[in-house]
């Protein structure tokens, strides 16, 4: 989720949370902790970097990017989460047709 | 704007949670998201922001500062986790067979009334012994996590030790001491060659080449290369100079 929200282009904290809540349709509301915790993550694992700094009334705002290894993570996931629903789509055609 | 000032304060005492390294380089930030975040007049953490910052920061100063592609060392830290709770057990199996055997000892009056005058110096090297046995573990597993490459060579060279002790442990004679007496000491063994075939486990992980890669530094892993090259490059001028000569 985070990763989709660094998709097209950077994005700084808040803006993720926000940008989170609005992908899962309002479902998913991230907390400071839990975000935090999963970019300090993210960033171990070199699938995001930081992109740039900037101060933002007194205070230090840092936008995140996908790095290449990220954007290559967040493709192969999408595909498998595809395949995935595709499986469940096909399967409940094949279902309703046979109910038919 | 008081309201703003409290909320600001709970907040921050909040983040006193996370590890002090953490806090330096984000706490700022995170200060600010939760500023963003908060509703209009509101003057204190709810409960639910207070248990999300608490659980992560508290896990950050737990958790082994591993990245995942790491998972070689990330087992062999988890095994020295299980190698501390193993030598806890064995310190409790140990006292607690030390004070039957003491007292088999003196009531059968076959090593005399001195044992029972030595039971509390006994008693009291054999905990401060296994204590620092399983600090020992807790440390070199949290170094390891850390990365630090002394650690892994001081897990080595402990490991050793401990493979020397365990050798002495058997070679000495206690069949001389009656059977039953034998089996006491056999029980207390058990613990500490459990102990050591996770040692075992947990030394050859940490020398994986998946875990090296883990602990150089990157400075390092250049200096090396660099002196591969100049090597290559000795070798080669050296080569060139016996072509000539023949």
Not at chain 1, 65 to 79: K, M
Not at chain 2, 50 to 64: C, E, N, Q, T
Not at chain 2, 148 to 172: C, D, E, P
Not at chain 2, 178 to 187: A, D, E
Request: net charge positive.
């Amino acid at each position: 989720m985070i990763l989709t929200a660094l998709a097209n282009g950077s994005q700084h904290g808040y803006g993720i949370i926000i940008d989170v809540q609005e992908i899962s349709g309002g479902r998913v509301r991230l907390r400071a902790g839990t975000l935090y915790g999963a970019l300090d993550r993210l960033r171990a694992d070199e699938l995001i970097g930081v992109d740039r700094e900037e101060v933002v009334e007194g205070r230090l705002r840092r936008y995140y990017r996908l790095t290449p290894a990220g954007t290559r993570r967040l493709a192969a996931e999408a595909a498998r989460l595809q395949a995935a629903a595709a499986a469940a789509l096909t399967r409940l055609n094949l279902a309703g047709g046979m109910a038919t | 704007m008081t309201d703003q000032a409290d909320l600001e304060r709970g907040y921050r005492r909040l983040l006193a949670w996370y590890p002090p390294e953490f806090r330096r380089e984000n706490g700022q930030e995170i200060l600010a998201v939760l500023m963003a975040g908060a509703r209009d007049g509101q003057r204190r953490p709810s409960l639910a922001e207070s248990a999300d910052l608490i659980r992560s920061g508290g896990w950050m100063r737990l958790r082994p500062s591993v990245p995942r592609s790491a998972r070689t060392v990330q087992a062999a830290v988890g095994l020295m986790y299980a190698g501390a709770a193993v030598s806890a057990v064995g310190l409790i199996i140990g006292l607690a067979l030390i004070i039957v055997y003491i007292q088999v000892a003196v009531s059968g009056q076959f090593l005399g009334r001195s044992l029972a005058a030595q039971k509390p110096f006994v008693i009291t090297v054999c905990l401060v012994f296994g204590l620092v046995v399983v600090s020992l573990w807790l440390w070199m597993a949290r170094a390891n996590g850390q990365g630090r490459n002394w650690a892994r060579i001081l897990s080595t060279v402990l490991f050793v030790v401990a493979t020397l002790q365990l050798r002495g442990a058997f070679t000495q004679p206690v069949s001389h001491a009656g059977f039953g007496v034998t089996v006491l000491y056999y029980g207390g063994v058990v613990p500490f060659v459990a102990a050591w075939v996770v040692g075992a486990a947990a030394v050859w992980l940490l020398w994986r080449p998946a875990s090296t890669a883990f602990f150089k530094p990157p400075g390092f892993t250049q200096a090396l290369h660099q002196a591969h090259m100049a090597e290559l490059d000795r070798f080669r001028s050296s080569r060139a100079r016996s072509q000539r000569q023949v």
